[in-house]
């Protein structure tokens, strides 16, 4: 069994969401969004799990191939390097049969970096990178200093409470769930910062229906008391 990020003390959350249909779900384009991951991170993969483990490969090669062999869907997918998660792909809906044609699902995207000190900048072009291969409704970046032994358990609940909060459909109407550091808005999101001092509501273009929003701590609890968002921290 792998040992779960056992090198890395502080672990910086990138997060990615898209509310799809059925057919929306069955044409996201998932190798080329994993595929500009690994080449815009120049990231190594040395262990590959695919829908929950149901098969594992020791390179993305040899994962590539069974997939262009197979023309099977992935539903999730984790890839590792250096005995480290690095990402975290899933499509739930593909997991379901007999889905009626309305049915709404996530598409998620986690990747876990260990905390080089990447600012705006850096989050700011990957995301206008990834925006140009699909398009996310929302995403943020985030922290956690937890300790080793906690580091799995912080990691799977980052996954699983997205996916059972029902609220994170109501994204593309402008629900927002939390802020942090930095936070891909959609359009419909951006309407909730309009009581908001100028001096905090700062955005980046990202695409024509996504804006960067980056804050410093001490913003974030403004932000929070303001837009009356839980003062907790929180990882979703």
Known sequence: ??????????????????????????????????????DYLGVDIDYVSWNYGNKTWKKYS???NFMQKSGKETVEL????????????????????NVA?????????????????FGQHFYSDLFKKISKVEIFD???????????????????????????NNKTFDVKNGYIRDVYG???LNLNQLTQLGNLPDNIAILSD???????????????????????????????
Request: proline share 1%; with cysteine.
């Open 182 to 184: 930095h936070n891909l």
């Open 206 to 236: 990202i695409s024509d229906d996504l804006k960067l929003w980056t804050l410093t701590d001490e913003e974030i609890e403004k932000v929070k008391s303001i837009l009356s968002l839980p003062i907790e921290e929180g990882l979703v």
């Open 78 to 97: 984790s890839l590792y390097a250096d005995e480290n998660q690095f990402l975290c792909f899933g499509n739930e809906l593909l997991n379901q049969m």
């Open 1 to 38: 069994m792998l040992k779960f990020l056992q090198k890395r003390k502080k672990i910086i959350v990138v997060k990615l969401f898209k509310i799809v249909t059925y057919s929306e779900a069955s044409g996201f384009k998932t190798e080329a969004i994993i595929d500009f991951c690994l």
């Open 138 to 164: 929302c995403g943020y970046v985030c922290s956690t200093t937890k300790k080793k032994a906690q580091a799995h358990d912080v990691i799977v609940n980052v996954h699983n409470i997205d996916i059972t």
């Open 101 to 117: 044609a309305d049915r709404t699902g996530t598409v998620e995207l986690t990747i876990y970096l260990n905390d080089g000190g």
């Open 62 to 64: 040899s994962f590539k």
